[in-house]
């Protein structure tokens, strides 16, 4: 099911389907970096990611969506909103494959994500999360209105975190 359209990108709904598109993605160690995330062992790993993602449909109406370019179907990563229960906020999140980076995709997919979530969707606060290393990260929160509030260390890395509230 496709959620949002943007000029360039069609964002979706995960589907069982890509699984091997995921896998892919979390192999490129360049692409994980700054995550705290690794590759996925096997295609089943990345088939229980999504059954996770589609269950977070099910539950929260909001998760990540796969972005592909609408020109070509082609899946050039994912972006979207996750609710986060122990927080009671939604993360903004967004990763993409690295021949599809400084193309601006990261801000066209994240910019449709976040005007999504507080307009159709009335979510007056969200954060994003980023290693501060990863300028391209940190650029993309602070051109959508994000501000910076802290450091929080998970995975052993250390964590930006911006934050979006309507005043």
């Known amino acids: 099911m496709v959620i949002i359209e943007t000029p360039r990108l069609r964002i979706r709904h995960f589907e069982d389907t890509d699984a091997q598109a ?17 590759a996925f062992e096997d295609l089943a790993g990345a088939q229980k990611i999504i059954r996770y993602v589609q ?6 109406g909001i998760a990540r969506w796969v972005v592909e370019r ?21 993360d903004l999140g967004y ?9 601006g995709y990261g801000f066209e997919a994240a910019k449709a994500c976040f005007d999504y ?31 910076y509030q802290r450091d929080e260390v998970d995975d052993a890395l250390c964590f930006g975190v911006y934050e979006w509230r309507l005043a």
């Open 22 to 38: 995921m896998f892919d993605l979390n192999s490129d160690p360049e692409v994980v970096r700054y995550t705290g995330d690794t």
């Open 55 to 60: 269950d977070q449909y099910l539950e929260f």
């Open 70 to 90: 609408s020109d070509t179907n082609e899946i050039i990563g994912w972006s979207g909103l996750k609710y986060l229960a122990e927080e009671k906020t939604v």
């Open 95 to 103: 990763r993409f494959f690295r021949k599809y980076w400084g193309m």
């Open 117 to 147: 979530g507080k307009d159709a969707l009335a979510i007056r606060h969200m954060i994003g999360r980023a290693v501060q290393e990863n300028a391209g990260s940190v650029r993309i929160l602070e051109k959508l209105g994000f501000e």
